[in-house]
């Protein structure tokens, strides 16, 4: 089990950026696959960007050229780099992580390991 803690959430204009971390409380280098969900109201979660302890990555379509995901193991820490936001990116932002390998990066069941998220709304 390993317990995560987002940050770095908050409000952009349409276009602008924010960086997301998750600290975990261990070491997850090469035994955990990670990734970032998203949940807007009314709508289910649905996976962002995944990376395994390969350092390979995963990124949904909306995501693409826009978003980068990254993990810094040496802290312990997962980000999550968005650029180019829109007013439909505004969610509350999940870190997942879970040991070993997942059948499927975006599948959130998959995971066992949450955060508490953090939120991000983007105006136009």
């Known amino acids: 089990w390993v317990r995560l803690v987002e940050s770095g959430g908050g409000s952009a204009q349409a276009g602008g950026s924010l960086r997301l971390s998750c600290a975990a409380d261990?070491?997850?280098?090469?035994?955990?696959?990670m990734a970032w969900f998203r949940q807007a109201p009314g709508k289910e979660r649905e996976g962002v960007a995944g990376i395994d302890g390969n350092g390979d990555t995963n990124y949904a379509d909306f995501a693409k050229g826009r978003f980068t995901i990254a993990r810094d193991n040496a802290k312990n820490t997962l980000y999550l780099q968005m650029n180019s936001l829109k007013p439909e990116d505004t969610a509350m932002y999940y870190c997942a992580a879970e040991f070993g390998r997942v059948r499927a990066w975006d599948d959130y069941g998959d995971y066992e390991n949450w955060g508490q998220g953090t939120q991000v709304t983007v105006s136009s």
């Open positions: 261990k070491n997850t280098k090469d035994d955990y696959c």
